[in-house]
T-cell receptor, first 113, second 114 residues
Framework: GNSVTQMEGPVTLSEEAFLTINCTYT??????LFWYVQYPGEGLQLLLK?????DKGSNKGFEATYRKETTSFHLEKGSVQVSDSAVYFC????????????FGGGTRLMVKP | EAQVTQNPRYLITVTGKKLTVTCSQN?????MSWYRQDPGLGLRQIYY???????DKGDVPEGYKVSRKEKRNFPLILESPSPNQTSLYFC?????????????FGEGSRLTVL
């Protein structure tokens, strides 16, 4: 079956530091890959996505590249802000209409001023 | 405003006392789903519905029931709650006509079963 593995948190960084959150996946076929973000007290919201190999998703300064050879989709940001503090979830979809998304365990990011 | 609304947001209850968590969306989405979020486990799907009167089990359906009598509503029912159902619950929806992978989530319902 499908699975998503993320680095465990929390990840604590100082403002303006470089961020990487690792994500690897196991899936049959050619899934689409996603990063969702959950700010404190809120539901998840889509941050970025990539639908095929070598695609790069980007949004709000965050980027992730779909690497089929390493089955990875690592999230990066060059300079984090305190407002980026949240829980980040990597997810995949193999277009199975029933269970649309398989989520990783989530990684909490804390950014200190 | 397009949104998914869950109620209650917070609930403390006791073992065996039936409860319902409501979910309503105003975006005319066909697909709706319930997830539970537990530390280190991410989100796990409980039940989903492809459209009115069509529901199916997700990965962790035991102890839960759902119904989909109207397109906008998808309540989650715990007939006899137990402490292992203490969790943060999310309802989500999406249209099925053009699949984008984007689920629209409610703000969550934190349930504690004593």
């Amino acid at each position: 079956g499908n699975s998503v593995t993320q680095m465990e948190g929390p990840v604590t960084l100082s403002e303006e530091a470089f961020l990487t959150i690792n994500c690897t996946y196991t899936a049959t076929g050619y899934p689409s890959l996603f990063w969702y973000v959950q700010y404190p007290g809120e539901g998840l919201q889509l941050l970025l996505k990539a639908t095929k190999a070598d695609d790069k998703g980007s949004n709000k300064g965050f980027e992730a590249t779909y690497r089929k050879e390493t089955t990875s989709f690592h999230l990066e940001k060059g300079s984090v802000q305190v407002s980026d503090s949240a829980v980040y979830f990597c997810a995949l979809s193999d277009n199975n209409a029933g269970n649309m998304l398989t989520f990783g365990g989530g990684t909490r990011l804390m950014v200190k001023p | 405003e397009a949104q998914v609304t869950q109620n209650p947001r917070y609930l403390i209850t006791v073992t065996g006392k039936k409860l319902t968590v409501t979910c309503s969306q105003n975006m005319n989405h066909e697909y709706m789903s319930w997830y539970r979020q537990d530390p280190g486990l991410g989100l796990r799907q409980i039940y989903y519905s492809m459209n009115v009167e069509v529901t199916d089990k997700g990965d962790v359906p035991e102890g839960y029931k759902v119904s989909r009598k109207e397109k906008r509503n998808f309540p989650l029912i715990l007939e006899s709650p137990s402490p292992n159902q203490t969790s943060l619950y999310f309802c989500a929806s999406t249209p099925t006509g053009v699949y984008t992978g984007e689920l629209f989530f409610g703000e969550g319902s934190r349930l504690t079963v004593l």
